[in-house]
């Protein structure tokens, strides 16, 4: 097995990081060394919602790391772009993306009106490219780079109901491969990560995705984002992973440390049983 590869003194941009999973990531990162900016829109409290991007970083400093907080609507091109430029203001450098924020909506074609469709292409497709598209002169200056997108691998079954939303996630998978191929030569990595099981989020509690003794803690993702942040670039590259393959190439078997219930084991999703739900961007 190859040893990792220190993180330390990287910079990396996370979005959908005031909350669930992006904010797991990110304090992560910190942990391993990395400065991270922290984006989502998030940044007064909302009782609907908890966590804010200042909680976030607040939290990073708290764990001995040095964050930036930077509210973003991914749908904005002109904040991508000033996103970007602050990470390089405050930092000098992008080394990491992680493509987090994300947009849900679960409903046949005729329950799915235009604003919805153009909010999850906008939030899944769009903006993660056009987010690569701002972090990649750094990465390719530095000739390292790692893009990570948070959607799964291309499988037909789960798609009828859920047509908009597949389109999406797939959107954002595809580049997964093909910028891979684009940007290999100068030593970065872009793969897709997706969860096998269900996994404790804002998303899986507020429309009801099963129990707790369904999901998965938000440790199973991040665990396996940092395996394929602590591989050189030029080692994995161009792959949609599902979180389990990338721990067993670490030698991890065994997945009930991840449980949200000890002694359950949750199952992998069954789409087939998912319900029917709209949302809007994490």
């Given at each position: 097995m190859i040893p990792p590869e220190s993180l330390d003194g990287r910079v990396a941009i996370v979005t959908g990081s005031s909350r669930g999973i992006g904010k797991a990531i990110a304090i992560a990162l910190a942990k391993r060394g990395v400065r991270l900016?922290?984006?989502a829109k998030t940044e007064a409290p909302d009782p609907r919602l908890p966590?804010?991007?200042h909680?976030?970083?607040?939290e990073i400093e708290a764990v001995g790391g040095s964050a930036l907080a930077f509210p973003c609507d991914v749908r904005d091109e002109a904040r991508i772009e000033a996103l970007a430029k602050a990470a390089l203001d405050r930092f000098g450098r992008i080394d990491i993306l992680i493509n987090n924020a994300g947009a849900l909506w679960w409903k046949p074609v005729?329950?799915?009106p235009?604003?919805?469709?153009d909010l999850v292409m906008g939030v899944n497709v769009r903006a993660s490219f056009l987010l690569a598209r701002a972090c990649l002169p750094s990465m390719i200056e530095r000739k390292w780079g790692h893009i990570v997108n948070m959607c799964p691998p291309i499988d037909l079954r789960p798609v009828p109901g859920r047509v908009a939303y597949f389109v999406s996630k797939y959107g954002m998978t595809l580049p997964s491969h093909g910028l891979a191929e684009e940007v290999k030569e100068h030593n970065i990595a872009v793969n897709a990560l997706w969860p096998v099981t269900m996994v404790e989020s804002q998303a899986t509690i507020a429309y009801s995705l099963g129990g707790r003794e369904q999901w998965r803690m938000a440790d199973i993702v991040v665990d396996a984002t940092l395996a394929?942040?602590?591989k050189s670039p030029f080692l994995r590259t161009g792959k949609a992973l599902?979180?389990?393959?990338v721990l067993r190439e670490e030698g991890i078997t065994d997945f009930s440390r991840y449980a949200c219930v000890p002694g359950t084991e949750p199952k992998p999703i069954l789409w087939e049983a998912a319900p029917?739900?709209?949302g809007k961007p994490s």
């Open positions: 900016v922290v984006a966590g804010t991007i909680d976030t970083v607040r005729l329950e799915t235009a604003k919805r469709f394929i942040l602590e599902l979180d389990e393959e029917d739900l709209g």
